[in-house]
């Protein structure tokens, strides 16, 4: 018999504490954006195995996890090893065919594969998508001097669904496509925002490097647990929210006001931040309310 | 929000610890059978709530509970009551026609209803069943010199199943009947055993007032924590175990003889056991297994 | 071959009579109010054997019978027994907590399994419930100087069409509770027309020990055939019907107003006037319309 | 209020016998052939209607019935009306081409529709078949000196089982085809057995103008009420069975060896002689029983 | 290995044109009326060998035919061969009960029969129907100096829709029947337009043997390629459109204002003219549409 | 109205030709492996447009479609972007990490996706997959020396049943992993036979840049038509199948013996050569069949 290390009081605390959240959850789906930085920094597949390990955890207790990532700092290494130098406009760089090409090569055929990869040791749960799979994202050019970098116009949620409904974590690259075919580069913050409101998701969830939103950018100390929607657009429009945050934030704001019950920006280097953030009473990060 | 008071660091570990349990046994059924004393104790209220919440709990991470009881003291209160004097015989009660009326009337309209009561203080969960209901449960007399003492002859889990697929828990009072329609109390640890085995369940759970099987009776210490199916015949054989805990330990084997995968006893008066012996990696009283 | 004893003409006539009464009521929900004098009165077990074969015909050409039973009779009698004596006021039994108590166990555990049992005799037939089993019925408290004593403030039919769609009798004691659990004595003629309404069944039927309705209760030959829920209204506001008889009066009055399309007042002290009533152009007793 | 003629206590009395029948009937299949000497014969319209009522009120109880005809007399109508003079060889009338078209004519166009008419005077009943239907009889000659008259090699149930599922009578005419598409005009008799024997039938009835089968050919006192199989095989073997009786002798036992539970034999110009015989103690007419 | 024959790019070029409209039509309701002189003339027995064919690729690709026949020439042959004289009016033929009942045998039991029978070569493709099974068409009295000629009151689909979702093609002959049962005798053309409207179908192809509707009667080239339903009643109201076209060009625009998409008349005396019409660019006959 | 340009008897011959191949394919699976050389060969988008075009005709009369697809040549062209210099062992290239993730980048994120892209400008047709996606195709090590190469270890259809059954066409990138998570390049041919064979196809078709298997390898003109698996496995074994064709033709081996009923080898460079071999009756390319 294993000895048993653990209080059995604070076990049993624990669990009627996190009974009802896995009570409370199940059946619902979950829309979590996975960042590129996650994957590239340090040990890289110590912390993919963690967070697959997180992901099947969700789909055990009967929750639908959709998982949808970037890929930035991968997307720039195969660029500088082929030589690629980009052209930069107001120091955003500009997408022609050939950095399309090899920027979807790497967000489909690199990032999205190993996190399938790593969460297909567990079982057969994970599906790769792209965008352009069963026309789930199309898009438009954004502005025709940045290339082929393009904006959402429409989610179509049916392939999720199904895959969703039969058990399978669908995995999602942001190469989205038009009408004609063509395909385009799509911020993934954006993306995971639009996808969580088309699902009727009930929580969008950013795993970062940040612990959450700041009432004040330059105070570490000033991080939000909780902000309303339109707190958050006036933080927005005053500019007290600025630079790559601002993805995330705008992402948060269209999930909610389309549906979604709650978003949450947590800083995912912490070891099973996702978990204790779903289950327990003590909240990490900061969420975003609708009002 | 919230202050969180809890180390996360601990309560990752423990969730990681715990939801592989929670998705093992998503699906299964377990029938328990929650002791007489346990009703007829101190705060009998309170321990009642308690083990209502633990219940519904279960169902809520998609465990099927299916709950015996008995009712040993409660029938004694009436008998009392109604200075009903019982005949013994080789120190065991003779059930007259009037004792068992009472002995019904209290099982089944005393302490079922009070167990279904409280669990419905949680929703439209529970609904208490005789073994008359739908011939759940066909018995024939024991021993006629002991009057409507009854041995089970037949489980029919038909409206077990039923109910259970509907996501209600049924409460079982241990009374069968014969074909012709006649009564019988029945004891209600052997009744917990032929459930569990007529329903293929994953365990079978007894909440009594000890720590669970010694090895010798004589010795606290000897309590076991796991012992095999024909270690334990060996021991009613050589006497080893004897007395009220025969029937439970008679039911275990059964239960487990006939596919039930494990049976357990456990101490219900401990807040909660139920919950940290499933769902922990430490154990609590004793586990029954197949050899 | 078994002698041919019945005129095959009047057989003929007679089966010409009787099936599109069968055709017309298969499929349909019909609440059957059985009262507890039924019970207690003379050769009960005859009588109980007799109800319940009609009540399996009833469910073997396709109708699906609802019992609801009372049982004021078995209650005063365990009262008696356990030497309670009861408060009354305005000529109504106080009942205290232990009065409820004994109530409970009378038409839980004793009124109800009997019927349950008379009707499993022919197979796996019936289930008992009292109105606390999945929250079927919720009551509050009449009168807090009567006790607990409640009315009906609703019913949820969810259980009982589920029973129903498998083939199930319902045999329902009429316990209610609140809320926060606390359990309640409920008339059962009321039980009867809200149930009835519930369930938007074909017919309410009350067997009681009287032929109907009396227009004239002081001249038994004022029962009426036929009465609409109007006239029937008015009665009582005249004063017209009044005694025992106005909590039956006032539930197929709540009946047929909640879209049940026909109740009735029998004699079920007459051998089979159930079927009688149902399958031949003669009727027996009053039968109440909607206008 | 209608008068109640009927004393009540005879109407409970046959109720009790006959509600047993129908609960033991409902749900299966049975098939009766209706002879072309039931509709050729005086007040043709009226007894077709008593049938059409029969027939409604076995469905109307749950019994699926499956109606085959024959038209003997129609066909030989039509025969005289067109001046063909058929040839005949060993007594038996040859079937040439016109023949067999006259013939379909008749009974599919004229004996079928006017069942199907006269039952679906009562709602969408009925639908009439040819055994040309969806391949419902294959059929290949029986002697070519006879002409287009075949033998049943197969029947193909499926549009029957799927009408019957539907809730539709399903009415034959006995008209079959072989694989290239040929018709041939086929026995009634020997059609209605192996159409219950592919349905696996409750029972096949014949109705003729008969009251059942003699022992004794030349002793109308020596009717059979019951008789099994083999003592009918020998009956035909020996020669105790002869004429127009045969082919229904044979019919009963193909099908009581094929799988139907009963075969008879009815007087069915008496009225509602098949009600009667359904579902009352007192059979009339010849019962074939397997053993 | 089979020679080659075809240009394989002609093949192709084929394919990619013929593809196109398989994938449209699949799932869809197609009603055909079949003319009555098309079975009668020269080499009947190959034409509707072909026209089997053709219904049998339709069913084939995804496509529920439904198939509805006259039967003039074949009735007039029948009632020459009675010596059936007929009484006219205003040059109509009067209908006499004989008349009906000969006129049934041969469009139910021989016309009907014939075409089931072709269809039945190629499998259990077909079923026969007639106006009176399960009250498909009610109909009454047009005009009582003519005898059982009779109008479409309504069409029930019900069988036909059941029928079509089992993969049966139904063949319906155009008797009717009113709600006492009697039968008449309907003008088949209208009887095709209303049941297109009834089944919401796709099409309703009349297959005759003209080539289509002129624009002037008397001149052969102006034969309409498409027309509009307003344009058809303009040219019945202006009497263009005139004599056995009439009951066409309005159960034409019948169909189409009831909500069937293209209407069209076909010389159906073309081989596999059906086929062309439905699966290549090129058209023959004359297609109605809405507007 | 459209001119016909096309001889109506011509086309009705074809459409006689080409309908029984539609109805006799429709619901079957087929596994086409498309070739990376059509991909990278001339006028790329064009082949591939028809290509789709092809698969999106198949997909609409009812032939559910899975490709396969390699991508040798793109794969040597990102390897040479990069400045990636080969080591060659006996010839074959050895795929180090480094060369393996380029290869997966290029068949998951740029072959795969382009032609899902040309597939889902026609609507929400294709799902791209990777072997690695819900665990498809589980591969170990062929040879250590030749590094991340591997040999295909089991397929588990379940994921392309299931987009199958919603009318989903998987593309399948012949990327495949072990149970670690180490993902392997696969041959594609390889692969292709294994899934045929998984999914029980109808057919395995490989568009390739050759008319078929030749008899003698130096004569063009000694093209097979057909030929069985067992005399193919004999050109195998006496080395008159060599080279590149050796994996096809062992992938048609295991196909057909693993239960696919036909397996071919056609010109894929032949505009819409699937279509005229799938649809008429002169075939082109070899087809293997059983024996």
Redesign the interface.
């Known amino acids: ?6 209080d ?2 604070q ?2 605390d ?3 504490e ?3 959240y ?2 409370h959850f ?1 059946g619902s789906v979950m829309v979590i954006k996975y960042g590129g930085n996650a994957l590239a920094g340090g040990d890289e597949n110590t912390a993919l195995a963690a967070f697959a ?1 997180d992901i099947v ?1 969700l789909q ?3 929750i639908s996890p959709v998982v949808i990532h970037g890929g930035g700092p991968q997307i720039a290494e ?1 660029l500088a ?2 030589g690629k130098v980009s052209e930069f406009r107001d120091g955003l760089r500009v997408t022609d065919a050939e950095t399309l ?1 090899l920027a ?7 990032v ?2 190993d996190i ?3 969460l ?2 567990h ?8 965008g ?5 994202i199309t898009a438009d050019l954004r502005d025709k001097d940045l290339g082929f970098v393009g904006d959402v116009t429409s989610v ?1 949620p ?2 999720l669904t ?1 895959l969703v409904s ?1 058990g ?1 974590v669908p995995v999602i690259a942001t ?1 989205g ?1 038009d ?3 063509q ?1 385009y580069n799509i911020n993934a913050d954006t993306v995971a925002g639009a996808v969580a409101a088309a699902l009727n998701a009930e929580k969008l969830i950013f795993l970062t490097d940040v612990p959450g939103i700041r009432a004040d950018m330059n105070n570490p100390e000033s991080t939000l ?2 902000v309303s929607v339109s707190d958050l657009e006036a933080m927005v429009a005053s500019g007290a929210a600025s630079g790559g945050m601002i993805p995330k934030v705008e992402a948060c704001c269209t999930a909610v006001r389309g549906g979604v019950r709650r978003a949450h920006i947590l800083d995912g280097t ?4 996702l ?2 953030e779903l ?6 990060g900061t969420m975003v309310v609708d009002s």
Chains 1, 2, 3, 4, 5, 6 share one sequence.
């Open positions: 018999m294993t000895t048993n290390r653990r059995p009081q076990a049993a624990l669990l009627i996190v009974l009802p896995i009570r199940a390990q955890m055990a207790v009967g195969l090893k082929v090409d979807r090569m790497v967000l489909v055929g690199k999205n594969s399938v990869g790593a297909n040791v079982g057969p749960v994970a599906v790769g998508l792209s352009e799979d069963a026309n789930l179509d049916t392939i199904r039969q399978i190469i496509s009408a004609a075919g395909a647990a909780q912490t070891p099973h931040a978990l204790v289950f327990t009473d003590g909240g990490v």
